[in-house]
């Protein structure tokens, strides 16, 4: 054999991996902790199961960072970075230029188009530090490839798009998919099209029936501390019309609860899919889609909850549809890479744990505040203030700005105030967060999480299953316990080795991986790492 047909014989016999797939598809789906996934495991047998058992999957990643919430968990999805590099510390924080709560990705700059800019809403990505896999992949391939982000929210939807892909949206006041004027002054054709359909609105007047038998799902299909929000009820059959006699804000609310706000996500994927053309050539393109609606459903009804079932079932339905319409639109799953991860899990209600000897407590944000306010304020004056969000606390007032006041003697008193409140686990200034003594190990998730622009002067730890929650109904989620940051990983088709991995890792590895099988290089700031696992199966 001579050295030239050698050559060509080892050229043809290369593993298809050796070059990038022309499609990936990125999953999230909101408060899909690994404890949901796992219980409803048995019961998945279309998309979300196929997936599955056909990829690599992770039972156990979890996060590193203290605040398990939404914008922060899809930024470093998005990033591979934790909060201390790509500065997403939270849903929201307080701008120490003006004192007051913004949203993560409030822009007041570039408004979301043709809309109003409600007070706080999410527009752009302006506040994110770090490069994404949409920014990496659109500069890697000098922006032949496209990178398209959906999703309900808006945090969401900017974190996966980034600052140079396309980031879509649901406004639950219109009714419609809207996006901010940093990525465009204009919806193109098939945004308007899909938004013409008013599909939302076909909704209106149906219910959300159980897809199961009612004898197939566990438990009691109404909790005490389930929430009655949007008109929806605590029980099945769910009426969807908000209350209201035609389609309107308050629908559209229990709209993005329902499980037709995910059929609703797949129909914008597959119009994004053939309006921009993804997977059509060898440029690798990405669609990151967000499902909301467990998150949305987790928040009324629990983790646990008849709701949260259905919803699970329901996913797995909608997931089938999605992942055959990018095959479809790669020529086929050798040309087609899908992950699937969640951005946080969450708690139960404090009740039902409290019902079943757990030491469990639901705690009022504003009442814990006034409290705090009271006692700096009956120590300092009423011209120091103290915001608290979530685990975060922000000083401020004349007496600080002025020096009438030692800043650090508010903050010591702020740390012994919360050293003794009964749920709170323990307290630092943002001065000793690096350099206090941390046996335990309770600093560390508070450390990957801060970002001193946007961080409190005052950090703290609430004791394990204190709840801390503006509502007395329903739960939430926001803390470094394993029901909170604990979720799965999944990455399945071109490459992929399948099986299931049982050990930690951490969701930062999530876009190096999959920039990994891109062949883009990775994010500029990622700290997690490809997992060798997806590749060669160890």
């Not at 219980?39 to 992770?58: I, V």
């Not at 308007?192 to 209106?204: E, G, H, T, V």
């Not at 000083?395 to 650090?408: C, D, N, Q, R, S």
């Not at 943002?430 to 941390?438: G, I, K, M, S, V």
């Amino acid at each position: 054999m001579t050295r030239a047909l050698a050559l060509a014989v080892f050229l043809a016999t290369l593993p298809a991996v050796a070059r990038p797939p022309r499609l990936t598809l990125f999953i999230t789906v909101d408060s899909m902790g690994s404890d949901v996934l796992l219980r409803a495991r048995p019961h998945l047998k279309e998309g979300l199961g196929r997936l599955l058992d056909t990829g690599a999957y992770f039972p156990y990643a979890r996060y590193g960072y203290a605040k398990c919430r939404t914008a922060p968990g899809h930024t470093t999805l998005s990033t591979g970075a934790n909060p201390w590099r790509h500065g997403v510390v939270d849903n929201r924080w307080v701008d120490r230029a003006t004192g007051k709560l913004v949203a993560s990705f409030h822009d007041a700059a570039h408004p979301v188009l043709e809309a109003t800019l409600k007070p706080g809403q999410d527009a752009s990505p302006a506040n994110l530090m770090v490069e994404t896999l949409a920014d990496r992949l659109r500069v890697a391939t000098q922006e032949r490839g496209k990178a398209v982000a959906l999703s309900l929210k808006s945090r969401s939807a900017i974190a996966l798009g980034g600052r140079l892909g396309q980031a879509w949206w649901f406004d639950d006041t219109l009714g419609r998919f809207v996006t901010g004027t940093w990525y465009t002054k204009e919806f193109p054709a098939w945004l308007k099209a899909l938004n013409a359909r008013k599909l939302p609105d076909s909704a209106f007047g149906k219910k959300w029936e159980l897809l199961r038998p009612r004898s197939e799902y566990v438990g009691e299909d109404d909790l005490g501390h389930e929430a009655d929000s949007y008109g929806l009820g605590r029980v099945f059959p769910h009426p969807l019309d908000g209350g209201l006699t035609a389609p309107g804000p308050e629908f559209y609310k229990a709209f993005g609860v329902s499980p037709y706000a995910n059929d609703l996500l797949v129909e914008a994927a597959k119009a994004a899919i053939a309006g921009e053309g993804l997977g059509k050539d060898d440029v690798p393109d990405l669609l990151a889609v967000s499902f909301s609606g467990p998150d949305n459903v987790f928040h009324e009804y629990g983790p646990y909850s008849w709701e949260m079932q259905d919803a699970m079932l329901r996913l797995d339905k909608s997931l089938a549809a999605l992942i055959s319409a990018a095959e479809r639109a790669a020529g086929g799953r050798a040309n087609l890479v899908v992950a699937l991860a969640a951005d946080h899990g969450g708690a139960a209600a404090p009740e039902q744990w409290a019902a079943e000897g757990l030491p469990a407590l639901r705690l009022s944000p504003v009442t814990m505040n006034q409290e705090l306010t009271k006692a700096v304020q009956g120590r300092f004056g009423p011209e120091v203030s103290a915001t608290m969000e979530e685990l975060d606390v922000y000083l401020g007032g004349k007496a600080l700005e002025t020096g009438k006041v030692e800043f650090a003697q508010v903050q010591r008193f702020v740390v012994e105030w919360l050293s003794k409140h009964p749920s709170v686990l323990t307290a630092v200034t943002r001065q000793e967060l690096f350099t206090a003594a941390d046996p335990a190990g309770y600093l560390a998730p508070l450390r990957k999480g801060y970002f001193p622009e946007r961080s409190g002067d005052v950090l703290y730890m609430l004791r394990p299953f204190h709840v801390l929650y503006y509502d007395a109904q329903g739960t939430t989620h926001g803390t470094p316990y394993s029901y909170d940051a604990q979720v799965p990983v999944v990455f399945a088709g071109k490459g992929v080795k399948p099986g299931v991995y049982r050990t930690e890792i951490d969701p930062v590895d999530v876009a190096p991986t999959l920039a990994a099988m891109m062949e883009v290089g990775l994010p500029a700031s990622a700290e997690g790492k490809p997992r060798a696992e997806v590749f060669d199966g160890r």
